[in-house]
């Protein structure tokens, strides 16, 4: 049998990336829950125009999924509303107890809202079905040091990782990999349709499903068998109200039939709103990133092309790169909300690096024309390429429409490409993408934690997220030698050579990062301070005046 947490090793701080902070996180109490569904008192209802996926967490890893995903499921680690760093949720302590070992300590008495009791074989089987379905759309790529998981005590999970000193795992347990799920409940090796999901109830979270028309009227209420760190929520009961059109939710907001919208309102609805005296508008500094990727089987010459040709390849994207123009997309569409952005690691974080900066365009941030011609030149391109791009408006934004016809605008003004446009409502859009059906196409990404590598290895990684056939060995290494290195300066270092090695090969393109925001009226309160510390919004804390 393992031994309790008892060894304390450094660990990464979520906002600071600090490799100093002695990490041992454990409540000295555990708290008893009831079984019962709340369903009287106020509602709030929230509008998005963002789509689910799934509600089985092995089976999506998008913001429109998660959005209620972290209201419904627990984690054992996870971050309060406006704090920086993972604390205990579902656990009551977690520490190293030897070099590729963490131990968790689980609260006594956790149940699910169906009434069945949570253990530590809920965790390992969580855990265990995530890697064994490996979906593709899925958290899975996050649990890339997890060798197995053990559940020698009811209350106690251990984790074994395959290689030592992973001071990031603590956090990947706060992540969407992390969610732990009802074994009576669901599948071993399957996803799990949604219908069959709300029936059984196997809420873990502060709220659970009352009733679910997917991506059209979702009712939550209070799950009062949820007995983690973040408590009863302020407000009983939550709608989530999807919309087509943002225009159409912002209507609603400003007539007062929604009280709170999170994702996704036009730069301009948002200043309009900004200045109405019953909105607030709030704001975060942005860990998210906006970007383009090249499949590498279908984009021009690419592996499953006809005119296959590693060499050209190569040379239409640099010649991409070389074309765009940040600056002007973040000004005419964004009005400089969102920010160039020269790496796939955004500004602001320990390691980031301008790699694209250096290397393309006119080697200071700008496009040039030239540069690209010359490269297409050299590699024997015949001009104009054409570039089949998709981009999607539900989940990223009516305003990518925009972003895109001025993308295409940009590419197409050098004379050397022909860009056709398409774009795909998001719940197609994500069993497209990874059937490489799309040769461009445009991706964004919101951190599961704050470090330089949640920007890295799910992109650049063997089983990479974005599946776009991308696989370089010597990045891939660079990548799993920071993953593990407690030195700082000597991480930052091989941080900086796998960004600049990806940015050569260009197998994704960053274009911005940007700002979070949060539409509310004026009674309701509770919006947390720090909205960029957690990927999704969560509920509990809001209520109205």
Not at 93 to 120: C, D, M, W
Not at 137 to 160: I, K, Q, R
Not at 333 to 360: E, I, R
Request: glycine share 8%; proline share 4%; net charge neutral.
């Amino acid at each position: 049998m393992a031994q309790q947490p008892s060894t304390v090793r450094p660990f990464r701080s979520l906002g600071a990336v600090s490799l100093g902070t002695a990490f041992l996180v454990a409540l000295t109490g555990c708290t008893s829950s009831k079984t019962t569904t709340a369903s009287g008192g106020s509602t709030i209802t929230i509008g998005t125009t963002d789509q689910v996926t799934s509600l089985d967490p092995a089976g999506a890893w998008d913001a429109g999924s998660g959005t209620i995903e972290s209201e419904v499921y627990a984690t054992l680690l996870s971050v309060k509303n406006g704090a920086t760093e993972v604390s205990p949720d579902l656990a009551t302590g977690i520490g190293l107890t030897g070099p590729k070992e963490y131990t968790v300590t689980l609260r006594k008495g956790l149940k699910f809202a169906n009434g069945h009791q949570l253990t530590s074989s809920d965790v390992k089987f969580s855990f265990d079905r995530t890697l064994k379905i490996a979906d593709e759309n899925g958290p899975s790529s996050l649990l890339y040091n997890l060798a197995s998981v053990a559940a020698p005590t009811p209350t106690t999970v251990v984790f074994t990782l395959k290689s030592a000193n992973d001071t990031l795992f603590p956090q990947v347990l706060s992540t969407a990999a992390g969610y732990v799920v009802d074994e009576q409940t669901f599948p071993a090796d399957k996803i799990l349709d949604d219908k069959a999901i709300v029936a059984a109830k196997p809420w873990n979270g502060p709220y659970g499903v009352r009733s679910y028309d997917k991506n059209s009227l979702v009712s939550f209420a209070e799950n009062g068998s949820y007995g983690g760190q973040l408590g009863a929520p302020k407000t009983k009961n939550v709608q989530l109200k999807y919309y087509t059109d943002a225009s159409n939710l912002k209507l609603d907001v400003q007539q007062g039939t929604v009280d709170a919208v999170y994702r996704t309102l036009t730069t301009a609805d948002l200043d309009d709103l900004a200045k109405k005296k019953d909105i607030k508008v709030h704001t975060g500094s942005g860990n998210g990133i906006r970007y383009i990727v090249f499949d590498f089987q279908t984009q021009p010459y690419g592996t499953r092309t006809k005119s296959a040709d590693k060499a050209k390849a190569l040379a239409v994207r640099q010649a991409v790169a070389d074309s765009v123009d940040r600056a002007q997309l973040a000004q005419q569409v964004y009005k400089n909300s969102y920010q160039p952005l020269y790496s796939s690691v955004p500004d602001g974080l320990t390691g980031a690096t301008d790699s694209f900066k250096s290397l393309y365009g006119d080697k200071k941030g700008g496009p040039d024309k030239a540069a690209a011609a010359a490269r297409l030149k050299a590699a024997k391109v015949t001009t104009p390429v054409t570039l089949n791009l998709q981009y999607n408006s539900d989940h990223y934004g009516s305003s990518s429409a925009d972003e895109y016809a001025l993308v295409k605008t940009q590419l197409e003004a050098t004379g050397l490409f022909k860009v056709n446009l398409q774009s795909t409502e998001w719940t197609q859009y994500g069993k497209d993408r990874i059937k490489h059906l799309y040769p461009l196409y445009q991706l964004g990404w919101y951190a599961d934690y704050l470090d330089a590598d949640n920007y890295l290895s799910p992109f650049y990684s063997a089983n990479s997220w974005v599946a776009n056939d991308y696989d370089d060995p010597a990045v891939r290494e660079l990548i799993k030698k920071e993953e593990t290195e407690t030195d700082a300066g000597k991480r930052t270092e091989l941080l900086k050579q796998a960004q600049d090695k990806a940015a050569a090969q260009v197998p994704l393109l960053p274009l911005l990062q940007g700002s979070t925001a949060i539409v509310t009226r004026t009674d309701v309160s509770g919006v947390p301070d720090a909205l960029t510390s957690a990927y999704t919004f969560r509920w509990a804390g809001l209520s109205k005046k």
